[in-house]
């Protein structure tokens, strides 16, 4: 057990630096990375002062190790546009992204436990059938088309919601079903097949025979039992959410990290960019990593199957 | 052969090698005074523009079918590009072990653990979003998945007689890999590039639709839900269709690769 979570965590850090070299390799890729950072108007001061910053005159491997150096000590680089540490800039932004994220995926819980709960109740059924296609649709439609049919049919036709921005509760509804229903998709059937592996088990079948009320055998034995899997699945999705959030917020105005990192894409504001990437790159990696150690606690078979 | 999702594919397949021909009128053609028709069926539609026009008059049934061409040729090409990668190194990390299967797994369990969306973002900001480079980018964002695949149904294989008695009877290295161990692999590898399919379009779509993709005026899905937020108060068709047209050939070709795996690989059905 020990050995595999040291294992895990080597192996995270692994990625974590994988991730920096491809930062460090794409800024290089396009020619004078200096170039990149400061674009087009600059001037020759600033200019000599990137490259000395960024040690661009000494050997590759010494490049590396300063940028590495830098990283782990919290700089990201500077905002060419907003004149003052990328890492700042994304930071303030974060929050923002949390909460979306947060609401979403309370929403995607809310949705789909109860929807794969009675799928598997009710198999083969009408209900059965239904969360297959919503399961399906789910899978099919893109995040940012559900987020602008309910910008048109909720927010505009019917007027009950804001369309847009960062304010109140109710700005948060329809951002949160946005980016939600992906992950609702997944955990419903995810749920509901878990569930009907726990209800075809000697202990409910037990349950039944001893005369438990069937509502207390489903929510309390069953729906218990048949979380482990679903929780895993729940924590791989929350490293999914972040990342789907960074195209949710654009639909909806959402000023969070994916907004100004779109923003900075388009602004070639390129420090900002690189924190984005390694910033939403390591919380990716920290939840995974999580996940695994959870799930190694809950339950110590996993380790054998996700070899 | 689930048929709906199969006719769906082949429609769109033929959409988008047809599209000249099949499309009402030129993809980028509009006048301005024909602006913001609504569909057909609504009131102040024209069966000149089925579906209705876009912001600037022009037809968004031709847009849709255009579409189709970006989308369907972007996977056509991408996804090949990303199995011969991952299928390369999952080949040779499974056949090999020691340190070549250590590092380039490590190399795969890296890759997943990155935002696929995020690096495509910005690596078609940085680069440019040309044709050719999306196609470069969804290869590199795609291949950590078949070499995964791949390298795990080597180990099974590697073990088998056959391969064991081509190395006695002295077959090359290379020849054992591409006539031996390849041939016995290539259905899953097959059943994966499928189910894929359907995420490098949604992927694709993406980053249309976030301005970092394929150019405007060049007609693409995800570029014209772009465009429909500056008028989606007045004008619901502009987001409703070329949505839907992504939603629809998503699904079918998801049906149609989860039929396919339950022939051909039954194994894949747990992963």
Known sequence: MQRYLLGRLVQSIFTILFVLLVVFVIVRLKGDPAAVMLGENRDPETYAAVRRSLHLDDPIHVQFGAFLGKVFRGDLGYSWYQRRPALEVMLERFPATLQLAGAAFFFSLLLAIPLGVVAAIKRDTIYDRGLKIFALLGQAMPTFWVGLLLIVFVAGYLGLLPAGGRGGPSHLIL???????????????????????????????????????????????AVKNAAIPVVTLMGLQIAGLLSGA??????????????????????????????????LAAIHIAANLVVDIVYVYLDPRVRYLRR | MPLIPATIIAVMLFFAAFAPVVAPSPPNKGSLKEALRPPAWSQGGSWRYPLGTDYAGRDILSRVIYGARVSLSLAALSIPMGVLLGVSLGVVAGYFGGWADIFIMRLVDAALSMPGILLAMVLAGVFGASFL????????????????????????????????????????????????????IINSIVVLATLMVGSVILLEAALSFLGIGIR?????????????????TKAWWLAVFPGAAIAVTVLSINLFGDWLRDRLDPKLRQV
């Open chain 1, 175 to 221: 951002p949160a079903i946005a980016l939600g229903w992906f992950p609702a998709a997944a955990i419903a059937r995810l749920t509901r097949s878990a569930m009907l592996d726990v209800l075809d088990s000697d202990f409910i079948k037990m349950a039944r025979v001893k005369g438990v009320p069937e509502q207390m055998v489903i929510w309390k034995h």
């Open chain 1, 246 to 279: 960074v195209v949710t917020e654009q639909v909806f105005a959402w000023p969070g990290v994916g907004w100004i990192t779109i923003q900075s894409i388009f602004g070639r504001d390129f420090p900002v960019v690189q924190a984005a990437v390694i910033l």
């Open chain 2, 133 to 184: 480079n999306l196609v470069i980018i969804i290869a590199m964002v795609s291949w950590p998945g078949y070499a995964r695949i791949s390298r795990g149904e080597t180990l099974s294989v590697r073990e088998r007689d056959f391969v064991g008695l081509a190395r006695v009877a002295g077959c090359s290295t290379p020849h054992i890999l591409v006539r031996h161990i390849l041939p016995n």
């Open chain 2, 216 to 232: 405007p005026p060049t007609p693409t899905w995800g570029g014209m839900l772009n465009e429909a937020r500056g008028y989606i």
